[in-house]
């Protein structure tokens, strides 16, 4: 299965991330990284998880990377938001 997680540098996003990596399903992250601590969790994910999954630096209101991101996807979790 493939998963796309919107919002998944977030600290909510890259543990659904972290799970659905460790049941062997082909992730995809799309953020912005514009929050705090969201660089620090995709470093995270990286070192854990190294080559495991896709991540795609872009923002939800961009149709064309929102297309690109969906593309092929089986389950979409959108945890994108600004508090």
Not at 2 to 20: D, E, M, Q
Not at 21 to 40: E, F, M, P, Q, Y
Not at 52 to 64: A, L, Y
């Amino acid at each position: 299965m493939k998963v796309l997680i919107t919002g998944g540098a977030g600290f909510i996003g890259s543990n659904v991330a972290a799970a659905y990596i460790k049941a062997k399903h082909k992730v995809r992250i799309l953020d912005n990284l514009s929050r705090s601590g969201a660089t620090h969790n995709m470093r995270w994910l990286n070192e854990k998880y190294p080559g495991q999954f896709e991540f795609i630096e872009g923002d939800i209101c961009n149709k064309k990377i929102v297309r690109q991101a969906v593309d092929g996807t089986d389950v979409i979790f959108h945890l994108a938001a600004q508090v």
